[in-house]
């Protein structure tokens, strides 16, 4: 059973546009969300994060808002550049230790 | 700084056969962790520890032991290896109590 909905599993994205993938959980014991981003051959590294007492942070072009009744948050890439191009992946920590991971989604920008 | 290290980086093993994932940190983290990467699957918890000589399961233990008998260390053994387990492990580390992880750069496995 996925503890993290993620979607789309691909995205494609002009340069310039506005990338948004989106994350949905059922467990109300997650305590943290981060977002990963990974490229071919590396290992995820951490995008930005939230904590659920907060509905939106900024960092950049990098935008997480979160819904907490709706248990539902997303990533915004705006001016989305060809270096965005990448698998991201939403995540959940159980209060604790445990991460859950999202499918991942493959971001393409086009130049 | 090194940060967490991966060894090896590919590795092609035939059914049956026995093999240790290496994974190292520099860090002083106390929690360490290995995840599998498949396909439209994400990254799935295999087994993580919280400190030296304490290890728990993930989501996908079976096939899979650890140990931990030093902080740095966080080895991942397949005691006899099956085509399910033809992955990418990620091995992963953070301060108990913080948030971010920080992972290797992978191990790809091909189990023939």
Redesign the interface.
Known sequence: Q?QVK?SP?SLIVQKGGISIINCAYENTAFD?F?W?QQFP??????LI?IRPDVSEKKEGRFTISFNKSAKQFSLHIMDSQPGDSATY?C?A?RAG????????TSLTVIP | NAG?TQTPKFQVLKTGQSMTLQCAQDMNHE?M?W?RQDP??????IH?S?GAGITDQ??VPNGYNVSRSTTEDFPLRLLSAAPSQTSVY?C?SRV?GA???F????SRLTVL
């Open positions: 996925q993620q599993q943290y981060p990963y051959g590396k290992g995820p590294a951490l994060a992946f995540a920590r230790n445990q991460f859950y991971f999202g499918t991942g | 967490v929690y962790s995840y439209g699957m994400g990254l799935r918890l993580y919280v993930g989501e990620f992963a108990s948030g971010e992880l992972f290797g750069e992978g």
